[in-house]
């Protein structure tokens, strides 16, 4: 950069890296920080509610999915959680007015019967994160010196790690799909795809590749090595998850799936539900109505298209048709080098479009559409006044 365009090209090159390492390191401070408050403090250490299920409402302890054994609607009905949503809480929104005012703390309780514990025990949660924050940003400096003086290979560490990653892609994509995946098919398979992995790696690099032993870093991190590491990996974390599942699941009927469906449905926020984020999407839902999977197969079904769609023509293109057209070229030559640059830049582009572009534009236009609903409900409440004060003027005069 700086042969080329001086010492602007270096300043500018030393800013893009800094940036770059800057924006990836507060993203996995971030990241770590959640997973020790959110994951491991909040459902382990110091759950709000320590018998809660995962159909469980977190304010009163009811459940919020009917149970498979049939009862009376009486009973059924008792058994159910009836809370009150934090958005139509009166209570609560007194409470986020003395916040937004500054009259209260996090270390002080709130005038909610029904939240206000809640709210306490997040804002709990938010000064454990902070705090988190500052300690893992702190242990980052100690734990580079250790990798460090170490002597460990960062290329050999990014070359492989793409292997060691594999295994767990497929049990964390069934936890998700499948209603069948339980935690010990997963636990297993990725553990055995991990093992699998590792051994792929070692005996390719010790069969394929000549003194394993002297030239062990450059022969785990070559092409056919990582290629059976991952692919071993893959089909074994697949394979032994769900087998194991299937024998592990207590998943019988349709019944008995769709409450496991359920079960991800509730996962909430009591102070702020997922459901406002799609409240756009779920306005055909009558009022009251209780969400469940197949109102968001339905309402989701378009974007689920479009997903596997677009998935499976990326897979086709990056996995089959690009790496055939790359293979059926030895040496390129300089137009068939320039025309795969082109490409790229032309691909590099669009999805800079989508990731630049149209996030801004949404926003823009939920926003304009929220500004046109408030005055419809304003023009609305103002019309109904003024037909009130006719309706009173007429009755006075009567």
């Known amino acids: 950069m700086e042969e080329i365009m001086g010492s602007t090209g270096a300043y500018l090159l030393i800013t893009a890296v800094t940036m770059a390492l800057m924006s990836t390191g507060s993203g996995e401070v971030m990241a770590v920080s959640s997973i020790l408050v959110y994951d491991i403090y909040k459902t382990y250490i110091n759950p709000f509610r320590k018998t809660a299920t995962p159909t469980c409402c977190q304010l009163c302890g009811k459940e919020k999915v009917s149970p498979i054994i049939k009862k009376t609607e009486a009973e059924e009905i008792q058994q159910l959680c009836a809370c009150v949503s934090a958005d139509n809480c009166k209570d609560c929104a007194d409470d986020i007015m003395l916040l937004i005012e500054g009259k209260k703390s996090y270390d002080l309780r709130y005038n909610c019967q029904i939240h206000g514990l809640y709210r306490h025990y997040e804002d709990l ?3 454990r994160k902070g705090w988190c924050i500052v300690w893992v940003t702190i242990a980052i400096v100690p734990y580079g010196l250790i990798i460090i003086s170490s002597g460990v290979n ?20 069934l936890t998700i799909a499948w209603s069948k995946s339980t935690s010990a098919g997963v636990i297993a398979g990725s553990v055995t795809g991990l093992v699998a992995a590792i051994a792929g790696i070692l005996i390719v690099a010790g069969t394929v590749y000549s003194d394993l032993k002297n030239n062990f870093l450059k022969n785990t991190s070559s092409d056919y090595s990582l290629l059976a590491g991952t692919v071993s990996g893959i089909v074994v974390s697949l394979v032994v998850t769900v087998v194991v599942s299937l024998a592990t699941n207590k998943v019988k009927n349709s019944d008995e799936s769709e409450r496991e469906w359920e079960k991800t449905v509730s996962i909430d926020n009591p102070l702020n539900s997922w459901k406002r984020l799609y409240k756009e999407e779920l306005s055909f839902v009558p009022t009251g109505t209780r969400i469940t999977s197949q109102h968001m197969a339905h309402i989701f079904r378009s974007a689920r298209l479009v ?41 590099c582009m669009i999805a800079a479009a989508f990731a630049i572009v149209v996030p801004p534009i949404e926003e823009i236009i939920q926003i304009l559409r929220e500004i046109k609903k408030n005055k419809t409900e304003k023009n609305l409440k103002h019309d109904g006044s003024l037909q009130a004060n006719d309706q009173y003027g007429q009755s006075s005069r009567l």
């Not at 960062?154 to 994509?173: D, E, G, K, R």
């Not at 057209?325 to 691909?347: H, P």
């Open 154 to 173: 960062l290329n050999w560490a990014v070359f492989t790690m793409q292997s060691l990653i594999s295994p767990f892609l497929t049990p964390l994509l």
């Open 125 to 127: 949660l938010i000064d």
């Open 307 to 347: 997903a596997y769609i677009g998935g499976g023509f990326s897979l086709l293109l990056f996995i089959v048709i690009l790496p055939s057209i790359m293979l059926s070229f030895e040496v390129l030559s300089y137009d068939q080098f320039t025309g795969f640059l082109k490409f790229t830049q032309v691909w």
